[in-house]
Nanobody
Framework: QVQLVESGGGLVQPGGSLRLSCTAS????????MAWYRQAPGKQRELVAR???????NYADSVKGRFTISRDNAKKTVYLQMNSLKPEDTAVYYC??????WGQGTQVTVSS
């Protein structure tokens, strides 16, 4: 079975930066597309960023230019570097593998 564990969430001030990590086990990591989703209270879960096995990426318009997704296949880890954070980025962030498997989520709060 696949296990995905997120880390790196926390409290940050507007304009600050944070890096999320997600480490996978029980899978051939390099073969799968990886993604970050987020869900704020009372709102739908939305795709933030995706990185395919070949390295191609795409981003939600709301984060384009501020967030960067990357992966280290040797470490079986996907990262989300978040810069210029805004209060509207506040949400639980979830790691996704192969459009199927999910991590438990990590809270990101952007507030003064």
């Amino acid at each position: 079975q696949v296990q995905l564990v997120e880390s790196g969430g926390g409290l940050v001030q507007p304009g600050g930066s944070l890096r999320l990590s997600c480490t996978a086990s029980g899978s051939i990591f390099s073969a799968y597309a990886m993604a970050w989703y987020r869900q704020a209270p009372g709102k739908q879960r939305e795709l933030v960023a995706r990185i395919f096995s070949g390295g191609t990426t795409n981003y939600a318009d709301s984060v384009k230019g501020r967030f960067t997704i990357s992966r280290d296949n040797a470490k079986k880890t996907v990262y989300l570097q978040m810069n210029s954070l805004k209060p509207e980025d506040t949400a639980v962030y979830y790691c996704n593998m192969g459009s199927r498997d999910w991590g438990q989520g990590t809270q990101v709060t952007v507030s003064s």
